[in-house]
T-cell receptor
Framework: DAGVIQSPRHEVTEMGQEVTLRCKPI?????LFWYRQTMMRGLELLIY????????DSGMPEDRFSAKMPNASFSTLKIQPSEPRDSAVYFC?????????????FGPGTRLTVT | GENVEQHPSTLSVQEGDSAVIKCTYS??????FPWYKQELGKRPQLIID?????GEKKDQRIAVTLNKTAKHFSLHITETQPEDSAVYFC????????????FGTGTRLQVFP
């Protein structure tokens, strides 16, 4: 198994541009999580899906952020317009079981820099 | 909602010594407590976890203890090695309410040879 796949691994963009981050969870996992990691705020949960349905988006910072999961094998996190304070490492993670807390498998992350 | 506090923020030990990291949580319904290790530039990876029906769990040089009454849990690393140097995160969740993991702020462990 290739594990959780994220793309791109690095993204550098200018303020105001749209950014789309992509994630492919581990096959068979039915929960998917988007996290943001910064030195100041640590590891923050932005949103998570279960069986492709958004369950909790209370961590999404503002309307500039949106996430979708059109099918069990793909999810996107979009920032529009991007701002310098969005610079962070964004992790996607997946987990195999609904309703029971099992291990979350993290992807390699996308390092976003907004100038 | 759940809140997880982690101490210390940094920890330096000599190779061969033990290291202990402590976390407290606020939600008495929490029943799953994983520990993740994140090496520099890498992703967080689970190293050990414990459920609320168990007081202690060991895996070679690492162990986790849980005190549900006091709402705290700890990670113990014995015979530390330089490759144990990383940031360690505790987390807590309540599967009765959510699949969310609430992470602590992390402990940067440095093991000096």
């Amino acid at each position: 198994d290739a594990g959780v796949i994220q793309s791109p691994r690095h993204e550098v963009t200018e303020m105001g541009q749209e950014v789309t981050l992509r994630c492919k969870p581990i096959s068979g996992h039915n929960s998917l999580f988007w996290y943001r990691q910064t030195m100041m705020r640590g590891l923050e949960l932005l949103i998570y899906f279960n069986n492709n349905v958004p369950i909790d988006d209370s961590g999404m910072p503002e309307d500039r952020f949106s996430a979708k999961m059109p099918n069990a094998s793909f999810s996107t996190l979009k920032i529009q317009p991007s701002e310098p304070r969005d610079s962070a490492v964004y992790f996607c993670a997946s987990s195999p079981t609904q309703g029971v807390s099992y291990e979350q498998y993290f992807g390699p992350g996308t390092r976003l820099t907004v100038t | 909602g759940e809140n997880v506090e982690q101490h210390p923020s940094t920890l330096s030990v000599q190779e061969g010594d033990s290291a202990v990291i402590k976390c407290t949580y606020s939600d008495s319904a929490s029943n799953y407590f994983p520990w993740y290790k994140q090496e520099l530039g890498k992703r967080p990876q689970l190293i050990i976890d414990i459920r609320s029906n168990v007081g202690e769990k060991k895996d070679q040089r690492i162990a986790v203890t849980l005190n549900k009454t006091a709402k705290h849990f700890s990670l113990h690393i014995t015979e530390t090695q330089p490759e144990d140097s990383a940031v360690y995160f505790c987390a807590a969740t309540s599967y009765a309410h959510t699949d969310k993991l609430i992470f602590g702020t992390g402990t940067r462990l440095q093991v000096f040879p």
